[in-house]
């Protein structure tokens, strides 16, 4: 069984991004990540509606990452410290060595390769310093970009559920993507 261990905190950076540990002072940044409806369209969770429930989003993270069972981290542009987006790995089974990758980031950053170049980095560490087999990553099937995103890094599509998923009124189809780490290392 894979042994995690994130003490101390693992600070990661990419050519252009810095990542680093949430903090309470990241609740305005999360909760304009997570009140959004359209950075929310395609993640069937409720919106955020307070302050109070960024925060609460925070200590949830923290929580996983103190018992480590799961690690997400607050994406920054080098040079300044505000976060644009919230990337990692939950739903972790360490029993399998595979993990669930999610990522979001805050629109006005959309377009830039910031979400491709952070999910190399993160796969990066994942692969090659938590030493994970294997990565799922499950989308709706309408998010195209994030699907753009995931075949850039390399992932293979493993499953297409028609339906499957009930949220807001509506029956959405899901979208499993997968990598394993030999075929991330043939990409380096």
């Known amino acids: 069984m894979l042994q995690l261990d994130f003490s101390p905190f693992p600070i990661l950076e990419s050519e252009r ?28 969770r409720p919106l955020a509606t307070t302050i109070e429930d960024a925060l609460n989003h925070i200590k949830i993270i923290n929580d996983k990452i103190d018992e480590n069972q799961d690690i997400n981290w607050a994406v920054t542009e080098k040079g300044s410290d505000k976060c644009i987006g919230l990337m990692g790995f939950y739903r972790t089974q360490p029993e399998h060595f595979r993990t669930e990758l999610g990522y979001m980031i805050a629109p006005e950053h959309n377009g830039k390769g910031y979400v491709t170049e952070a999910v190399k980095t993160l796969l990066d560490y994942a692969f090659n310093t938590l030493n994970f087999h294997s990565i799922e990553a499950v989308i709706d099937s309408r998010h195209t970009a994030s699907e753009r995103v995931l075949q850039k890094n390399g992932f293979e599509k493993e499953a297409h559920f028609k339906e499957n998923f009930y949220y807001n009124n509506e029956f959405t189809d899901t979208v499993i993507y997968g990598l394993l780490k030999r075929n991330f290392n043939k990409c380096l």
């Open 17 to 44: 991004l810095r990542f680093r540990r949430l903090t309470n002072e990241d609740a305005p940044e999360i909760f304009a990540l997570r009140g959004n409806p359209e950075t929310m369209k395609f993640i069937p």
